[in-house]
Nanobody
């Protein structure tokens, strides 16, 4: 049984940093990534790391960094220079293939339970 377990998150002031971690068990994946969902909004792509490429949403480039440890089956998201608009529930996701659709939620077969990130102004 595949499980994705996220840790990290919390409350931080604007300009601060947080680190999210996600550990996968029960399977190996071509790509792992992060999405976020703010209240009343759709789930949006944040970043993803496949075996050969790294992808970021334009809104987080230069501030958020995704890293992946294939041996440990983990993916982390280092978040710096956080803004109030980064406030959301962050979800880890895993995919067996992506093609060119790295930001499409339907490409991801498994999801974590989500972790809250709140950035105060």
């Amino acid at each position: 049984q595949v499980q994705l377990v996220e840790t990290g998150g919390g409350l931080v002031q604007a300009g601060g940093s947080l680190r999210l971690s996600c550990a996968a068990s029960g399977g190996t994946f071509y790509a792992m990534g992060w999405f976020r969902q703010a209240p009343g909004k759709e789930r949006d792509f944040v970043a993803a790391r496949s075996r050969s490429n790294t992808y970021y949403a334009d809104s987080v480039k230069g501030r958020l960094t995704i890293s992946r440890d294939n041996a440990k089956n983990t993916v982390d998201l280092q978040m710096n220079s956080l803004k109030p608009e980064d406030t959301a529930v962050y979800y880890c996701a895993a995919a067996y293939s992506l093609g060119n659709y790295y930001s499409d939620t339907t490409r991801y077969a498994y999801w974590g339970q989500g972790t809250q990130v709140t950035v105060s102004s």
